[in-house]
């Protein structure tokens, strides 16, 4: 992809310094070799303040949040681009494998797949879906770029930031991550540029709820007691990383969709994963209406809810890992027929490798 066009012709987005992306406004400079846009890092003490929010009564702040209907849920139709551009050889890292295994004919679902849950400029609960990501101190989740930035409204919108791994019908199994640093392509998080819709947060040691007032591990925050869950790559483990992968090869797409089609009809409810399998398409894809031109599509009928969710490229049943090779950023109606047909992702080069590993060399640290 050829960055500093892009760059040029782009409109600036206006507004990076009037909101919070995790409770700051994000940083970075305008040179060429800078791709990489950060926020600054959300402190323990606001941390801990965020957890006991989605945490107390129960957890009903997540189940009040509802998908993030941002203007990914206007489908349209993709239009062929031509081959990707690799930027350099491709490369890989692998997964972060947890002990146990399971055998089963059926798909088994990534232990690493879940929701990020967040609250936006008006004040409302919202999620999208995500996976947890290798990295050297087990703390990066993979999300879509818009999953932490709102471009409509051109506000960031990563306050009170979680990712919560294995979301199934309003349980949190393995805790809360509070997010504390959020990466994006500087194109992204300057001028809204789709092609780069991914970003890569660190989160702290996740916690959970305790009824143990007693023990010296848990600790009362506000209102209610909560205990050090440990770090999210050793409770879950963490997909591997892929970029500059050939096309047309076979992807399994996670995620949580929500929203209805755009006939009506309401086939999905958020409150579990949904899974697609195919080949992706053999030539990049577009969309002139969002600045889109270097995009990777699969038929699959997942709606909103679904963005941000992980593409994995030799995904392994028996260890439920493989490698993310995108996250979902548009959903598209090839067919004109008014249903969701297509998703699509950014294609991932070297540079989403380096935005990438800007976050997975990070440490975050513990909240208790």
């Given at each position: 992809?050829?960055?500093?066009?892009?760059?040029?012709?782009?409109?600036?987005?206006?507004?990076?310094?009037?909101?919070?992306?995790?409770?700051?406004?994000?940083?970075?400079?305008?040179?060429?070799?800078?791709?990489?846009?950060?926020?600054?890092?959300?402190?323990?003490?606001?941390?801990?303040?965020i957890a006991?929010?989605?945490?107390?009564?129960?957890?009903?702040a997540?189940?009040?949040?509802?998908?993030?209907?941002?203007?990914?849920?206007?489908?349209?139709?993709?239009?062929?681009?031509?081959?990707?551009?690799?930027?350099?050889?491709?490369?890989?890292?692998?997964?972060?494998?947890?002990?146990?295994?399971?055998?089963?004919?059926?798909?088994?679902?990534?232990?690493?797949?879940?929701?990020?849950?967040?609250?936006?400029?008006?004040?409302?609960?919202k999620?999208?879906?995500?996976?947890?990501?290798?990295?050297k101190?087990?703390?990066?989740?993979?999300?879509?770029?818009?999953?932490?930035?709102?471009?409509?409204?051109?506000?960031?919108?990563?306050?009170?930031?979680?990712?919560?791994?294995?979301?199934?019908?309003?349980?949190?199994?393995?805790?809360?991550?509070?997010?504390?640093?959020?990466?994006?392509?500087?194109?992204?998080?300057?001028?809204?540029?789709?092609?780069?819709?991914?970003?890569f947060?660190?989160?702290?040691?996740?916690?959970?709820?305790?009824?143990d007032?007693?023990?010296?591990?848990?600790?009362?925050?506000?209102?209610?007691?909560?205990?050090?869950?440990?770090?999210?790559?050793?409770?879950?483990?963490?997909?591997?990383?892929?970029?500059?992968?050939?096309?047309?090869?076979?992807?399994?797409?996670?995620?949580?969709?929500?929203?209805?089609?755009?006939?009506?009809?309401?086939?999905?409810?958020?409150?579990?994963?949904?899974?697609?399998?195919?080949?992706?398409?053999?030539?990049?894809?577009?969309?002139?209406?969002?600045?889109?031109?270097?995009?990777?599509?699969?038929?699959?009928?997942?709606?909103?809810?679904?963005?941000?969710?992980?593409?994995?490229?030799?995904?392994?049943?028996?260890?439920?890992?493989?490698?993310?090779?995108?996250?979902?950023?548009?959903?598209?109606?090839?067919?004109?027929?008014?249903?969701?047909?297509?998703?699509?992702?950014?294609?991932?080069?070297?540079d989403?490798?380096?935005?990438?590993?800007?976050?997975?060399?990070?440490?975050?640290?513990?909240?208790?």
């Amino acid at each position: 992809m050829n960055t500093s066009l892009k760059r040029t012709l782009l409109p600036l987005g206006g507004g990076l310094a009037a909101a919070a992306l995790l409770g700051a406004s994000m940083t970075g400079t305008a040179q060429a070799t800078d791709i990489v846009k950060h926020s600054e890092s959300v402190g323990t003490p606001d941390a801990q303040g965020i957890a006991t929010f989605w945490l107390r009564n129960n957890a009903a702040a997540l189940e009040a949040a509802t998908y993030l209907e941002e203007d990914t849920t206007e489908v349209s139709k993709l239009t062929s681009t031509g081959t990707a551009e690799a930027d350099t050889k491709p490369g890989s890292v692998a997964p972060t494998t947890t002990t146990t295994t399971t055998t089963s004919k059926n798909i088994n679902l990534p232990r690493t797949i879940g929701k990020v849950f967040f609250v936006n400029a008006a004040g409302e609960n919202k999620w999208c879906s995500a996976t947890s990501l290798q990295s050297k101190y087990q703390n990066v989740v993979a999300t879509a770029g818009h999953c932490t930035y709102d471009t409509a409204n051109d506000e960031q919108l990563l306050d009170k930031w979680i990712f919560v791994p294995g979301y199934y019908q309003g349980k949190a199994p393995w805790g809360i991550y509070v997010g504390k640093q959020a990466f994006v392509h500087y194109d992204f998080g300057v001028y809204e540029d789709y092609d780069r819709d991914y970003a890569f947060v660190t989160v702290y040691n996740g916690v959970s709820v305790s009824t143990d007032t007693t023990s010296k591990k848990n600790k009362r925050i506000s209102d209610i007691t909560v205990t050090d869950a440990g770090r999210l790559g050793d409770n879950v483990g963490g997909q591997g990383f892929a970029w500059n992968q050939k096309l047309q090869q076979a992807n399994f797409v996670f995620g949580y969709p929500q929203a209805a089609q755009p006939d009506g009809n309401k086939p999905f409810t958020g409150a579990t994963p949904k899974w697609c399998y195919g080949k992706t398409t053999a030539k990049t894809v577009g969309d002139a209406a969002k600045k889109i031109e270097e995009h990777v599509g699969i038929k699959c009928s997942m709606t909103a809810g679904a963005d941000g969710g992980p593409w994995l490229l030799k995904y392994s049943n028996t260890k439920r890992l493989g490698y993310l090779n995108g996250v979902t950023s548009t959903f598209n109606d090839q067919d004109e027929n008014n249903r969701v047909d297509y998703l699509s992702t950014p294609y991932f080069d070297g540079d989403t490798y380096n935005v990438y590993t800007s976050a997975a060399n990070l440490w975050s640290g513990t909240l208790l």
